[in-house]
């Protein structure tokens, strides 16, 4: 016999990453009760999306219709209950968001959010008119090179955003993505009551309002004075008009937001004092996951690549971020992140396997490490860290070892 219902507590995360939404709920003893996923591209194929993004007309353009998220969010909801998992265990709710996407919401949309109707699914509700923006960017999009340009000049050079915002300006980064918006959607950015970033955009389905962002996934804005845990004055200004408004003022990522909205306790027989806690990135939430010391290092193959670190203090790195440390609150965090990833593996395991992954391992197995000097670097898409695109082949004659000839 297990303890009473009213003493089983249970915890719900969710990861909206790029190519799905993963829901898994835990025991108290962090064990998995249950867990479900929605992939876009198979589960949604109405919208079209392949590797979990539309690709636009323009060259390096990438975005997702944020209606996609909210049908996810239904399903993904929907494949737990058939699981029977019991969600009025459930004590508190968070997320992990990819990084710097943003959502913008109308008027008719923070309203919607606030008055759901339990009859209906989410997305019957929360639907286009929701946002003023539909086709909304994500973190591959690299079309900012003009407005990181503008900020990093605006606000006296590279140099002074890295020390401000532990980063220079990265074209997916949120606050040159929201200029780009401001400058060419003018209508759309001035009918954007609040802007959310994707983990926040979590957190607000379940509050049943727009949710603060946190200050570990607003330091990848650009936007963000990563010292005093607050938006740079200078870099908002240099951004768009009136945009503190529309940001609110960030929270730390263990901030409680409040307790779950009506929606979900009617449809979802969720308690009424389950709490929603801030959501914050998937990085700094792999970060924080990986519960390791401050002198490791943590490496995440996913759709991007990343590598993180804990650092105690902000760096003023050339290349690469540093962002506010997700749960050592006072601490920084140094995220490197690399686009061409499992997206390249994936498509290098169709091309060979026929995409059994079983058969790709056994085929890496049969070779040894460092396969006999012979290497390959495949940059199918313009590279973050290095700036650079193409294959690049290395044979082993053609290494030439210093000494060796
Ligand atoms: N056995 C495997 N070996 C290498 N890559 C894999 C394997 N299984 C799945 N993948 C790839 O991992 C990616 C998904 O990783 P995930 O961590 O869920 O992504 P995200 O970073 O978007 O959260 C997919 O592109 C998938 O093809
Ligand atoms: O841009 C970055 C980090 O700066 C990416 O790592 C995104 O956060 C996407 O995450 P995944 O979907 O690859 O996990």
């Given amino acids: 016999m297990g303890p009473p219902k009213q003493l089983k507590r249970t915890f719900l995360g969710f990861d909206l990453s790029t190519q799905k939404l993963k829901a898994v709920l835990l025991g108290s003893s962090l064990e998995v009760v249950a867990a479900a996923e929605v992939k876009f591209d198979t589960d949604l194929p109405e919208f079209r999306t392949t590797g979990g993004?539309?690709?636009?007309?323009?060259?390096n353009e990438y975005f997702v219709q944020p209606v996609m998220w909210v049908k996810a969010m239904d399903i993904v909801l929907d494949r737990l209950v058939m699981q029977q998992a019991d969600l009025s265990t459930v004590a508190a709710i968070s997320?992990?968001?990819?990084?710097?996407?943003?959502?913008?919401?109308?008027?008719?949309?923070?309203?919607?959010?606030?008055?759901?109707?339990?009859?209906?699914?989410?997305?019957?509700?929360?639907?286009d008119?929701?946002?003023?923006?539909?086709?909304?960017?994500?973190?591959?999009?690299?079309?900012?090179?003009?407005?990181?340009l503008e900020m990093e000049m605006a606000v006296g050079g590279t140099l002074n955003m890295v020390e401000l915002t532990g980063s220079k300006c990265y074209e997916r980064f949120t606050g040159p993505q929201i200029r780009k918006i401001y400058q060419q959607r003018c209508h759309?950015?001035?009918?954007?009551?609040?802007?959310?970033l994707v983990s926040s955009f979590i957190s607000s389905l379940f509050l049943g309002s727009v949710a603060p962002i946190d200050f570990s996934d607003g330091s990848g804005m650009n936007l963000l004075d990563i010292r005093k845990k607050n938006w740079s004055k200078e870099c908002l200004?240099?951004?768009?008009?009136?945009?503190?408004?529309?940001?609110?003022?960030?929270?730390?990522?263990?901030?409680?937001?409040?307790?779950?909205?009506?929606?979900?306790v009617e449809r979802f027989s969720f308690s009424p004092d389950c709490k929603v806690a801030?959501?914050?990135?998937?990085?700094?939430?792999?970060?924080?996951?990986?519960?390791?010391?401050?002198?490791?290092?943590?490496?995440?193959?996913?759709?991007?690549?990343?590598?993180?670190?804990?650092?105690?203090?902000?760096l003023n790195?050339?290349?690469g971020h540093i962002l506010c440390h997700p749960t050592e609150t006072e601490e920084f965090m140094g995220l490197l992140c690399f686009r061409n990833a499992s997206l390249v593996r994936e498509e290098m395991?169709?091309?060979?396997?026929?995409?059994?992954?079983?058969?790709?391992?056994?085929?890496?197995?049969?070779?040894?490490?460092?396969?006999?000097?012979?290497?390959?670097?495949?940059?199918?898409?313009?590279?973050?860290?290095?700036?650079?695109?193409?294959?690049?082949?290395?044979?082993k004659e053609w290494i030439q070892f210093p000494g060796r000839g």
């Fill in 53 to 59: 993004a539309n690709a636009g007309i323009i060259k």
């Fill in 95 to 127: 997320g992990s968001g990819q990084q710097h996407g943003s959502l913008y919401w109308s008027k008719h949309g923070i309203n919607t959010l606030q008055n759901l109707d339990s009859e209906k699914f989410l997305h019957a509700q929360i639907d």
């Fill in 129 to 148: 008119s929701a946002f003023v923006v539909n086709r909304t960017p994500i973190w591959m999009d690299a079309t900012t090179t003009k407005q990181c």
């Fill in 188 to 196: 759309a950015y001035e009918e954007a009551n609040r802007i959310s």
């Fill in 237 to 264: 200004n240099v951004c768009a008009p009136d945009l503190d408004k529309r940001l609110d003022i960030p929270v730390s990522p263990n901030s409680i937001l409040g307790n779950v909205s009506p929606y979900f």
């Fill in 278 to 314: 801030a959501s914050t990135g998937d990085n700094p939430s792999a970060l924080s996951g990986m519960l390791v010391g401050s002198s490791w290092l943590t490496i995440s193959l996913g759709t991007s690549d990343t590598l993180m670190m804990s650092l105690k203090e902000p």
């Fill in 317 to 319: 790195w050339e290349e």
């Fill in 349 to 395: 395991n169709k091309k060979t396997t026929g995409g059994n992954w079983d058969k790709f391992n056994e085929y890496l197995d049969s070779t040894p490490r460092g396969n006999f000097g012979n290497m390959a670097v495949h940059f199918n898409d313009m590279e973050i860290i290095p700036e650079g695109a193409g294959i690049l082949r290395w044979i």
